[in-house]
């Protein structure tokens, strides 16, 4: 049984803050305020200083860096239950969505082509969808070692990323970029990166015009046989629990939520 706090460990390593710093098993992060995940204090088992301290301790931290304080709790869970107590509320307000849903699925989903296509481990899938009425696919799918402009632009709005942009997209020991290319350019994109032998996949686009052709399953199989060749054995995916579409989607791929999480931020930030 994979626990919540592996997995939320393993999703830390593959989504690097540019500064982690630990506070007993909590960890303190930040990345100029580029996405929550890297720019909140993990609050996973012990701090290692009463409660009160460690609230303390990231609200410190945050200033120190610039970023407003906050904190990501499992829901549910000892600390997440206290924290109301110590005047602290959840962020309703967070832009990407306080209630998150935290999938577990195959490594490669339901559906998908597990041999890939490359010897040298790049993971390229077959490039024709998995449908017996298939037209022979126009695109081509492929991960890569580093990323695109093509990849940048799907996956962030733009073709050259901010430093703490590329300080977490390029983090981490072992990282995908999956892209669908058609002779009208980049279609679809996504990152994958490898840690405790949990794959985590985030930044799924595929431009509007292309939706609803299978590039998003083709790009899911792509990114699980690459991680599968760098270890994985399971995939976890991050997903806004409203987000009705994305959540059948990874259902029909075989995913199952296993826990969520949630932000949370002190009610009165003692620094003002």
Do not use: K
Not at 105 to 124: E, I, K, L, N, S
Not at 159 to 183: I, N
Not at 196 to 207: E, H, I, K, Q, S
Not at 228 to 243: K, Y
Request: one cysteine or more; charged letters at 25%.
């Amino acid at each position: 049984m994979i626990s919540a706090m592996r997995i939320e460990r393993a999703c830390a390593d593959a989504w690097p803050a540019q500064v982690d710093e630990p506070l007993g098993e909590w960890r303190l992060r930040a990345a100029g305020g580029f996405t929550g995940r890297a720019n909140s204090a993990l609050a996973v088992d012990d701090p290692g200083l009463p409660l009160p301290d460690a609230l303390a301790s990231v609200c410190d931290f945050a200033h120190q860096h610039a970023i407003p304080p906050m904190l990501q709790a499992v829901q549910n869970s000892p600390v997440e239950r206290d924290l109301p107590r110590f005047g602290w509320r959840p962020c309703e307000d967070h832009a990407a969505g306080n209630d998150v849903a935290v999938l577990l699925g195959p490594a490669v989903p339901r559906g998908g082509d597990p041999r890939g296509g490359d010897p040298r481990g790049t993971g390229r899938p077959p490039t024709t969808e998995a449908r017996p009425d298939a037209e022979p696919a126009d695109h081509r799918v492929e991960v890569l070692a580093e990323p695109l402009p093509g990849w940048w632009e799907l996956t962030i709005g733009r073709s050259g990323p901010t430093d703490a942009e590329r300080a977490v997209l390029t983090g981490g020991d072992a990282v995908g970029y999956g892209l669908v290319h058609g002779p009208d350019g980049a279609r679809a994109a996504v990152r994958g990166a490898v840690a405790d032998g949990l794959l985590l996949v985030a930044r799924l686009a595929v431009r509007p015009e292309h939706r609803r052709r299978g590039l998003a399953r083709a790009l899911m199989a792509a990114i699980g046989t690459w991680g599968g060749r760098h270890g994985a054995s399971a995939c976890v995916l991050q997903v806004a629990a409203d987000n009705a579409g994305a959540l059948a989607l990874y259902d029909r791929l075989g995913f199952r939520e296993h826990h969520r999480y949630r932000y949370w931020v002190p009610c009165e930030d003692r620094a003002l």
